[in-house]
């Protein structure tokens, strides 16, 4: 079956702009999962829905990131004003449901802002 | 505070000769432990889930173990197919989180 699905595969964007970054998750699954991975390093969480709500946002770095599922299947990252430092790949998952299981990532957005 | 610890950082091998990477963790009330693959690119593949010292899980040349500290990663006969960075994360679900925390990788090369 079709496995998690992120748009754009890469984004360019200069310092300030604002951008979107999609999520499509595995079909049935009802939690979705944002990460951020900088060079070397291993993926950070950022935040993660239980249906269309945001149950933990903890990780998200500041008030310029925000994430929206608005009919909890889809999920879109929002980035405003963007900053070199937030060049990195950008990974969604999903997972069944929440709990210490499986979760399926998808192949990440490459952002880069110059 | 939590954390993740993998090594070596980097590994390299020759076809065939087998090695155990390592994963320790500190973290209080673990409810899962997981492995994956992750070749340049490409987000991480879900290998193994290991929830209890003493389990084991196994496939193909690669077998994981957990113990109360930490988790091995047992590549056995490797072949230059395997090379990948191999990641690990816990899983904690405490105070309603259900986050992965990641180590850093084992990047592992085997040379024909």
């Known amino acids: 079956g079709a496995g998690v699905s992120q748009t754009p595969s890469n984004k360019v964007t200069e310092k300030g702009k604002y951008v979107e970054l999609r999520c499509d998750p595995i079909?049935?699954?009802?939690?979705l999962y944002w990460y951020r991975q900088s060079l070397g390093q291993g993926p950070e969480f950022l935040i993660y829905?239980?249906?269309?709500?945001?149950?933990?946002d903890s990780g998200l770095p500041n008030d310029r990131f925000f994430a929206v599922r608005p009919e909890g299947s889809v999920s879109t990252l929002k980035i405003q004003r963007t900053e070199r430092g937030d060049s990195a790949v950008y990974l969604c998952?999903?997972?069944?449901?929440?709990?210490?299981?499986?979760?399926?990532f998808g192949p990440g957005t490459r952002l880069t802002v110059t | 505070e939590d954390q993740v610890t993998q090594s070596p950082e980097a590994l390299r091998l020759q076809e065939g000769e087998s090695s155990s990477p390592n994963c320790s963790y500190t973290?209080?009330?673990?409810?899962?432990l997981f492995w994956y693959r992750q070749d340049p690119g490409k987000g991480p593949e879900f290998l193994f889930t290991?929830?209890?010292a003493g389990e084991e899980k196994e496939k193909e040349r690669l077998k994981a173990t957990l113990t109360k500290k930490e988790s091995f990663l047992h590549i056995t006969a490797p072949k230059p197919e395997d090379s990948a960075t191999y990641l690990c994360?816990?899983?904690?679900?405490?105070?309603?989180?259900?986050?992965?925390?990641f180590g850093k990788g084992t990047k592992l090369t085997v040379n024909p």
């Open positions: 998952a999903s997972s069944l449901t929440v709990g210490p299981y499986e979760q399926y």
């Open positions: 079909s049935g699954h009802t939690a």
């Open positions: 829905f239980q249906g269309t709500g945001a149950a933990d």
């Open positions: 973290v209080s009330g673990l409810r899962g």
């Open positions: 290991l929830y209890s």
């Open positions: 994360a816990v899983h904690k679900g405490q105070g309603g989180s259900e986050k992965l925390v």
